[in-house]
């Protein structure tokens, strides 16, 4: 099992900045490869992927509106995940989500993101873009 808790949501204005933080745990995550994602889902739309970094390093995976603009990083050693969003806009605004899946390669992991393929969901944190 792997239990995620999402931090660092928040409202700002258009152009700001927040960094998103996801912290993993449990009696196998250092056990397996993870491919870690960020998912966000607006008000009354579908869930969609953002993000995404394989837990062996490397090969990420940005969603075409946010390339340029979020970054997505981990430290291995806290066992956290980060996203990084600048030149934030309205559109953004979303409840974002970390999650994780066992198993997969770096290869596999950076070739997408299908939220039905992922096990482990943290409880979302909340992030407000205003015009």
């Known amino acids: 099992q792997v239990h995620l808790v999402e931090s660092g949501g928040g409202s700002v204005q258009a152009g700001g900045s927040l960094r998103l933080s996801c912290a993993a745990s449990?009696?196998?995550?250092?056990?397996?490869?993870?491919?870690m994602g960020w998912f966000r889902q607006p008000p009354g739309k579908e869930r969609e992927g953002v993000a995404s970094v394989w837990s062996g390093g490397g090969h990420t995976y940005y969603a075409d509106s946010v390339k340029g603009r979020f970054t997505i990083s981990q430290d291995n050693a806290k066992s956290t995940l980060y996203l990084q969003m600048n030149a934030l806009k309205p559109e953004d605004t979303a409840m974002y989500y970390c999650?994780?899946?066992?198993?997969?390669?770096?290869?596999?992991?950076?070739?997408?993101?299908?939220?039905?393929?992922?096990?482990?969901w943290g409880q979302g944190t909340q992030v407000t873009v205003s015009s």
């Open positions: 999650a994780a899946v066992a198993g997969w390669d770096g290869l596999y992991c950076a070739a997408g993101l299908n939220a039905a393929k992922f096990d482990y």
């Open positions: 449990g009696n196998t995550y250092n056990s397996y490869s993870y491919c």
